[in-house]
T-cell receptor, first 112, second 112 residues
Framework: KQEVTQIPAALSVPEGENLVLNCSFT??????LQWFRQDPGKGLTSLLL?????REQTSGRLNASLDKSSGRSTLYIAASQPGDSATYLC???????????FGKGTTLSVSS | DVKVTQSSRYLVKRTGEKVFLECVQD?????MFWYRQDPGLGLRLIYF???????EKGDIPEGYSVSREKKERFSLILESASTNQTSMYLC???????????FGPGTRLTVL
């Protein structure tokens, strides 16, 4: 059964720092991997979707990489800002392709 | 941009009441999903629908039912609300189960 793990659970950094969030999954037979952002009490905002044939995707200051063979993805945030403070979740489709399996998330706090 | 809306941001109901949560998407997506999110447990799939009037159970369907009479609308029904159904409920839609999922703002339900 697919399991998704995110480490660390929480991270605090000063403004301007570059940082990496980690996501690992146990079954490498995935179609894609999606990164989300969630602000407190709010829904999920899709940040990046990486298809299984891709190795990375970029959107602004965000860069996500995917290494299927090792079962890992990273989300790189450049020049962090206080507005980046949120919980970041990664998710992969289940084996049947019927829904997403989520990690528990990394809660990021960027101080000014 | 895809827009997924949910009927209420906050709901307070009493034990035993019948509760309806509604979700509407505007992108003609085939697939729609209901998840619940709880601290420490993350997001878990309740039900999903891959076409009008078609539905499949997710990981935690007990105590819930769903209705999809129109493509754009997916309703979650709590037949007799219980306190253990107090949670954040999130609706999502996707063109295909292997494509990007888009989430609504969530409904925070409290059952007293």
């Amino acid at each position: 059964k697919q399991e998704v793990t995110q480490i660390p659970a929480a991270l605090s950094v000063p403004e301007g720092e570059n940082l990496v969030l980690n996501c690992s999954f146990t079954d490498s037979a995935i179609y894609n991997l999606q990164w989300f952002r969630q602000d407190p009490g709010k829904g999920l905002t899709s940040l990046l979707l990486i298809q299984s044939s891709q190795r990375e995707q970029t959107s602004g200051r965000l860069n996500a990489s995917l290494d299927k063979s090792s079962g890992r993805s990273t989300l790189y945030i450049a020049a962090s800002q206080p507005g980046d403070s949120a919980t970041y979740l990664c998710a992969v489709p289940n084996q049947a392709g019927t829904a997403l399996i989520f990690g528990k998330g990394t809660t990021l706090s960027v101080s000014s | 941009d895809v827009k997924v809306t949910q009927s209420s941001r906050y709901l307070v109901k009493r034990t035993g009441e019948k509760v309806f949560l509604e979700c509407v998407q505007d992108m003609d997506h085939e697939n729609m999903f209901w998840y619940r999110q709880d601290p420490g447990l993350g997001l878990r799939l309740i039900y999903f629908s891959y076409d009008v009037k078609m539905k499949e159970k997710g990981d935690i369907p007990e105590g819930y039912s769903v209705s999809r009479e129109k493509k754009e609308r997916f309703s979650l029904i709590l037949e007799s609300a219980s306190t253990n159904q107090t949670s954040m409920y999130l609706c999502a839609s996707a063109l295909s189960t292997r494509f990007e999922q888009f989430f609504g703002p969530g409904t925070r339900l409290t059952v007293l």
